[in-house]
């Protein structure tokens, strides 16, 4: 028997901040497992609202409302604790990525008064950046002995905000252009955390595994504030290791996950186990997850991904709800937004028709506020009061149908062409790894088709298979004209395709074209 965990004492749940979450689970269920590192000790709700507790009565003397506070921390307990803490002084958070210190990143920061650093690595890191008037505001991290110190005074912990007041700056991932920090309001977290828990319907026997860095909002918005508010437990596993997730999802007993389409793929490509089927795991939630990648997980794992259509500026714009699905679908339309798409003259087009998806909040507190310091951008992502999403899609009855980013279209025989769905189908053929589909410049002023080709083997994939695999499974006017090989596809710290990157190379000298009677010997990138 499931057990569902009563949110009603949490007043104007609308309203409430990432520490007033924290705090009201932490007098809810303060001695229960709340969070934990795979295979390290679980802290509880309680210990994690002390060591924020602590924590912003250290950084009060130097940090007051509204102050930008960058942060550069692995997702884990003590991150929650320091988001926490900044929330509960009613500052703003700018996480930056733990794997590198980019250029970019060494810009966002120069904006924060403060980067909080918990341990020596993060400081070593901190003092590589550029940090011109920037202070590093040192925390130490307690020991799994030291846990139970006394609660610091904190009479006016939480800090109460309203709903439109920004509490958060995320990079956007960039992946086909320039990155933007997106501000976010104290509403955008709590709102796509009651989105993905009501849809997943979150319980106390979950057991909810992340792989997601602590600077994506995955991780925060989709995990942990899910699980603080249903009274599930958090799992946080620093990498994602294809060879190694069923033997994780046994020993840490995780009933659901959240993913990328990248993951699935990866889980999918691995040597039949015989603990395939023998483990906890019930849900997972996560995208994009076509047709025939539902089929074969649910086949092979017995669990069906539940597919979300979510962005950094927005949270979830639909979900799929573990009490319906449509295969293909990337959800059900979210009762906090209203949607439409239209064509490139911005006219509004009819339920089933492709074009681009405009999101407009019904509410307020709901959606990004701007882009820091890029007034530009900010116009740029607005309509008369609609959200730009740069993504193509297809809106029938409610359901949300996704055909890729604009710039990753393929525009062929007056069509446009998804290329998640060329990939998919080649991603069948037993000599392929993986597969990355892009549009090249054609002569007769449309795209064609490319297509990089990983091999599952040290062998040059077969071409003239693969495109007569191609011709049987697809329509004529998504067919490829192009392959070559490589052994690797750019994929970001999201696990999103980086198909801009490819697109940016061009044609390859050594493609293997379709027309070609030979195989040219293919060239490896």
């Known amino acids: 028997m499931t057990n569902r965990f009563d949110s009603s004492s949490i007043s104007n749940l609308n309203d409430a901040s990432f520490a007033q979450v924290l705090a009201w689970r932490a007098s809810k269920n303060p001695n229960g497992e709340a969070a934990r590192i795979a295979g390290q000790v679980p802290w509880t709700a309680m210990e994690l609202w002390n060591l924020a507790a602590r924590w912003a009565d250290e950084m009060r003397a130097n940090v007051a409302r509204g102050d930008i506070i960058a942060t550069n921390q692995e997702a884990g307990p003590q991150a929650i604790a320091l988001t926490a803490a900044i929330s509960a002084l009613g500052a703003v958070e700018m996480p930056l990525s733990t794997d590198s210190i980019q250029d970019r990143e060494d810009q966002l920061v120069t904006h924060a008064k403060y980067l909080a650093a918990i341990t020596d690595e993060n400081i070593r890191d901190a003092e590589s950046i550029n940090l011109n008037t920037v202070n590093i505001q040192r925390l130490t991290a307690p020991s799994a002995e030291q ?6 005074r904190q009479h006016d912990f939480p800090a109460n905000m309203s709903v439109e007041t920004p509490a958060l700056i995320m990079s956007t991932s960039g992946t086909t252009g320039r990155s933007k920090a997106a501000v976010l309001p104290v509403g955008a977290p709590i709102g796509q955390a009651v989105r993905v828990s009501t849809a997943m319907k979150y319980c106390t026997d979950d057991i909810i595994l992340s792989y997601f860095p602590w600077h994506h909002i995955n991780a925060r918005h989709a995990a942990v504030l899910p699980a603080l508010l249903s009274g599930a437990r958090v799992v946080f596993a620093p990498r994602f290791s294809a060879s190694g997730f069923i033997d994780l999802v046994r020993q840490e007993r995780i009933t659901a996950f959240n993913f990328m389409g990248a993951m699935c793929m990866m889980l999918l490509a691995q040597p039949p186990n015989r603990h395939d089927r023998s483990h906890d795991l019930k849900k997972a939630y996560g995208g994009p997850a076509p047709k025939s990648m539902v089929r074969a997980f649910k086949r092979r794992y017995g669990v069906t991904l539940r597919q979300a259509y979510a962005c950094t500026e927005l949270g979830d714009v639909a979900t799929t709800s573990v009490d319906e699905l449509r295969k293909g679908a990337a959800g059900r ?16 087009l009819d339920d089933g028709k492709a074009g681009e998806l405009l999101v407009q909040p019904r509410y307020t507190g709901k959606a990004v506020l701007e882009y820091l310091n890029d007034e530009e951008a900010t116009e740029a992502a607005w309509s008369d009061g609609w959200f730009r999403t740069r993504d193509m899609a297809i809106i029938s009855d409610g359901w949300l149908y996704l055909l890729g980013r604009l710039s990753d279209v393929i525009r062929r025989r007056g069509i446009n062409i998804n290329p998640e769905y060329i990939e998919a189908t080649i991603r069948n053929h037993p000599q392929v790894s993986d597969v990355a589909a892009v549009a090249v410049p054609s002569a007769l002023t449309e795209d064609e088709i490319l297509c990089y080709i990983v091999p599952n083997s040290e062998e040059a994939p077969p071409f003239a298979a693969i495109h007569r695999h191609c011709v049987e499974k697809l329509p004529k006017y998504a067919i490829p004209k192009f392959f070559t090989m490589t052994r690797s596809l750019p994929y970001n710290a999201n696990l999103k395709l980086d198909r801009k990157t490819l697109r940016d190379k061009g044609m390859p000298t050594h493609a293997w074209g379709s027309t070609i009677n030979t195989l040219t ?5």
């Open 521 to 525: 010997e293919p060239e490896v990138s």
């Open 333 to 348: 339309v979210v009762d906090d937004y209203d949607v439409c798409v239209v064509d490139s003259s911005g006219n509004q």
């Open 147 to 152: 846990r139970n110190f006394e609660q610091k």
